[in-house]
């Protein structure tokens, strides 16, 4: 596809279960993001890839949190025993190198709600 | 550390007038500077970047920024507001001295554009 693709695009899920996230970058990307969004709030960072460097996990707020992205591609945003407080929009974004003159393009996001 | 602050949460414009929407950043040596919109129930697009060059940044539906160091702002502008530009907007930094960064969003300000 042209642009970031997420899913799923809505959760629902119970507190205490476990919760796969997918991104799929734009093609050649070599940059991959995660951020949370609370309510239409600001934008919490969450988890930096660059290629293959060791990714930047310092926005993860719990070790409930954990992510990875496979073949330099596609990544999956993993909350294990899901907390009512994780209710939120996750998103992904892609750049297509790391520099910091580069924008990133963004997914519609995944809406996780723990009940 | 590098950080951008939107000091306004919500700023109310009529249509056909100008409109700006405030940001101030903080960061050491030359900044690298965005910003982003976020349409109800979308994901963020890019807007704008300021990287070297023109204070002026021209970027996409008539939206400009001026990047005044003095000030340490970049604020973004528009000479006649319309309806359809009502939405989340979000100031944003990276890092300029390092290869591989994380963007850095301001708390977003909220645009709403009466007719």
Redo the contacts between chains.
């Keep these: 596809g042209a642009g ?1 693709s997420q899913s799923p695009s809505n959760k629902v899920t119970e507190k205490g279960k476990d919760v796969e996230l997918r991104c799929d970058p734009i093609s050649g990307h070599t ?1 991959l ?1 995660w ?1 949370r969004q609370s309510l ?4 919490e ?1 969450l988890i ?1 890839f ?2 293959n ?1 060791a990714p ?1 996990k ?2 993860l707020p719990s070790d409930r949190f954990s992510a990875e992205r496979t073949g330099g591609s596609v990544s999956t945003l993993t909350i294990q025993r899901t907390q009512q407080e994780d209710s939120a929009v996750y ?1 992904c ?1 892609s750049s297509l190198a ?4 580069t ?7 995944t809406r996780l709600t723990v009940v | 550390a590098q950080s951008v602050a939107q000091p306004e949460d919500q700023v109310n414009v009529a249509e056909g007038n100008p409109l700006t929407v405030k940001c101030t950043y903080s960061v050491s040596g030359n900044p690298y500077l965005f910003w982003y919109v976020q349409y109800p129930n979308r994901g963020l697009q890019f807007l704008l970047k300021y990287i070297t060059g023109d204070n002026l940044v021209k970027g996409s539906y008539g939206f400009e920024a001026e990047f005044n160091k003095s000030q340490t702002s970049f604020h973004l502008k528009k000479p006649s507001a319309l309806v359809s530009d009502s939405a989340l907007y979000f100031c944003a930094v990276r890092d300029p001295y390092s290869s591989a960064s994380k963007i850095i969003f301001g708390s977003g300000t909220r645009l709403s554009i009466r007719p």
């Design positions: 970031v940059a993001y951020y239409g709030q600001g934008l960072f930096y660059q290629g460097s930047d310092s926005g998103l974004a790391g520099g910091p003159n924008e990133a393009f963004f997914g519609q996001g």
